[in-house]
């Protein structure tokens, strides 16, 4: 199963930035969808979750910059992202999370894209 991240590039501080996820109808229905990101030299780190009742969780570090949300008839996921920093400067990931509702815990997550680049530049 392949999730298709896209819209990552280059962005300069202050902007935004919207991903989005594309994934398999049958998948993307019955999962919970998460995006994550992975900084230089860094462990993956949780970013945001939407279940299927579009119930929401986001990391502390992103809640009112970051919002999530899902397209169920186009089976897309997205992430808009505002006021980017330097530091936000990663890999972005989105995952499927079959049939659960674990929101954070990465380690439930079935499915992962290949994953977007997001450079901030000051």
């Known amino acids: 199963v392949q999730l298709q991240a896209s819209g990552g590039g280059l962005v300069q501080a202050g902007g935004p930035l919207r991903l989005s996820c594309a994934a398999p109808?049958?998948?993307?229905?019955?999962?919970?969808m998460g995006w994550f990101r992975q900084l230089p030299g860094k462990g993956r780190e949780f970013l945001a979750a939407?279940?299927?009742?579009?119930?929401?969780k986001y990391a502390d570090f992103v809640k009112g910059r970051f919002t999530i949300s899902r397209d169920n008839a186009k089976n897309t996921l997205y992430l808009e992202m505002n006021s980017l920093k330097p530091e936000d400067t990663a890999v972005y990931y989105c995952?499927?999370?079959?049939?659960?509702?674990?929101?954070?815990?990465?380690?439930?997550?079935?499915?992962w894209g290949q994953g977007t680049l997001v450079t901030v530049s000051s």
């Open positions: 995952a499927a999370d079959y049939m659960g509702a674990s929101f954070d815990l990465i380690h439930e997550y079935d499915y």
């Open positions: 109808g049958s998948i993307f229905r019955r999962s919970t």
């Open positions: 939407i279940n299927w009742n579009d119930e929401t």
